[in-house]
């Protein structure tokens, strides 16, 4: 168990519905990483937070957006669906530690399917 | 730009081999982490090892060993003597440095699709 949790596990939609998915991170870290796992184009980054404040943005569709709140859980909310969006979508979240860098752990994902 | 190539799609081994999945990277980056995460059958990613450009030791941890080599951009990875359990996906990832006190995100290969069989 990497301590990132991720709700829901699994989610069933059609084209045009909006979901959203949640992440809490591990305990004290600040960095919150989204990534999408497709068959198609493999483990993308989407998008990271820290402390609340977006740090940088990969692939990510306009469609798409997120945020950090003041606990530090995140959400990701994907719109106007599309069939091509259904993906395994990963949270990590890391710390730096005073030696350098942290490693990012992985939540157990949210696997989307778009019908 | 970061780029990782695994060119190993799928691997079959048979238990009690070794067997290397390779990684090779591209980066302009001079100070840079490399990883390696594996993803079982149940989906999850499982953080296996970090390496830092400036440190080019290898490295064994039980069965498994890496082998990172800076002249030829490579990070590749050893099982020895294989088990059923070992099969999953691997994947080898790259970073850049720490950027204002946060880790940079993760440019990841397409992954190795290793299968031991009993």
């Known amino acids: 168990d990497s301590g990132v949790t991720q709700t829901p596990k699994h989610l069933i939609t059609a084209t045009g519905q909006r979901v959203t998915l949640r992440c809490s991170p591990r305990s004290g870290d600040l960095s919150v990483y989204w990534y999408q796992q497709s068959l198609d184009q493999g483990l993308q980054f989407l998008i990271q937070?820290?402390?609340?404040?977006?740090?940088a943005k990969g692939n990510i569709l306009e469609r798409f957006s997120a945020q950090q709140f003041p606990d530090l859980h995140s959400e990701l909310n994907l719109s106007s669906l599309e069939l091509g969006d259904s993906a395994l979508y990963f949270c990590a979240s890391s710390v730096v530690a005073s030696g350098g860098f942290g490693e990012q752990f992985f939540g157990p994902g949210t696997r989307l399917t778009v019908l | 730009a970061q780029k990782v190539t695994q060119a190993q799609t799928e691997i079959s081994v048979v238990e009690k081999e070794d067997v290397t999945l390779d990684c090779v990277y591209e980066t302009r980056d001079t100070t840079y982490y490399l990883f390696w995460y594996k993803q079982p059958p149940s989906g999850e990613l499982v953080f296996l090892i970090r390496?830092?450009?400036?440190?080019?030791q290898n490295e064994i941890s039980g069965r498994y060993s890496w082998n990172f080599q800076k002249s030829t951009s490579s990070f590749n990875f050893t099982i020895t003597a294989s088990q059923v359990v070992d099969s999953a996906v691997y994947f080898c990832?790259?970073?850049?440095?720490?950027?204002?006190?946060?880790?940079?995100?993760?440019?990841f290969g397409s992954g190795t699709q290793l299968t031991v069989l009993p």
């Open positions: 937070y820290y402390n609340g404040e977006e740090r």
């Open positions: 990832a790259l970073s850049e440095a720490v950027s204002s006190g946060s880790a940079r995100q993760l440019t």
């Open positions: 390496r830092n450009s400036f440190d080019e």
